[in-house]
């Protein structure tokens, strides 16, 4: 079956760095999203990454290694506006997106 | 250019109506993705659909349930004889002609049932 994995809250410090991982398991690959989910608000896109490496866009990276099935979203100087979820989506062999369940981020004064 | 639009954006009904949910892609995008959230839980993949045809409806429950996107006007995701546990959000997300890019999501509509 197909899989995503992520942990279901993290908790950090306004200013800090915090660090949301993802392993997959799908039938395919295509690429991995990362989106931003605010309580009752729609998903935002955050980053796409199809090869393995880090993307950085601002105060926010992430890193893909297919081999591994795992990526990584890196938030840097963290505001209390990014206490949200933030999904990982795989793109399978279909293009059929499949979803993680989310992990809320507290972010704490 | 206007972003993807979901109306209604609340929606209640009591147990054993009918709930008609639409959803209007951005322009120039002709593929059109419905997803159901529980509170505190992930987007759940319901059906895919392009212009006139259901691509992939796997996520659907078999029953009450159905999705069209016509031709002409928007796609609908339409609930018979709705019960409790249909009380969700409904996402729908469109994307352009090339699948592997970002989908955009609009507001959703919540669906409580009473």
């Known amino acids: 079956g197909q899989n995503i994995d992520q942990p279901t809250e993290m908790t950090a410090t306004e200013g800090a760095i915090v660090q949301i991982n993802c392993t997959y398991q799908?039938?395919?690959?295509?690429?991995l999203f990362w989106y931003q989910q605010h309580a009752g608000e729609a998903p935002t896109f955050l980053s796409y990454?199809?090869l393995d490496g880090l993307e950085e866009k601002g105060r926010f990276s992430s890193f893909l290694s297919r081999s591994k099935g795992y990526s990584y979203l890196l938030l840097k100087e963290l505001q209390m506006k990014d206490s949200a979820s933030y999904l990982c989506?795989?793109?399978?062999?279909?293009?059929?997106?499949?979803w993680g369940a989310g992990t809320k981020l507290i972010i704490k004064p | 250019n206007a972003g993807v639009m979901q109306n209604p954006r609340h929606l209640v009904r009591r147990r054993g109506q009918e709930a008609r949910l639409r959803c209007s892609p951005m322009?120039?995008?002709?593929?059109v993705y419905w997803y159901r959230q529980l509170p505190e839980e992930g987007l759940k993949f319901m059906v895919y659909?392009?212009?006139?045809?259901?691509?992939?409806e796997s996520g659907m429950p078999k029953e009450r349930f159905s999705a069209e996107f016509p031709k002409e006007g928007p796609s609908i995701l339409r609930i018979q004889q709705v019960v409790r546990g249909d009380s969700a959000a409904y996402f729908c997300?469109?994307?352009?002609?090339?699948?592997?890019?970002?989908?955009?999501f609009g507001q959703g509509t919540r669906l409580t049932v009473v």
């Open positions: 997300a469109s994307s352009p002609e090339v699948q592997n890019t970002e989908a955009f």
């Open positions: 322009k120039g995008h002709s593929h």
């Open positions: 659909l392009q212009k006139e045809n259901i691509i992939d």
């Open positions: 799908t039938s395919g690959f295509n690429g």
């Open positions: 990454n199809v």
């Open positions: 989506a795989v793109l399978d062999s279909n293009y059929q997106l499949i």
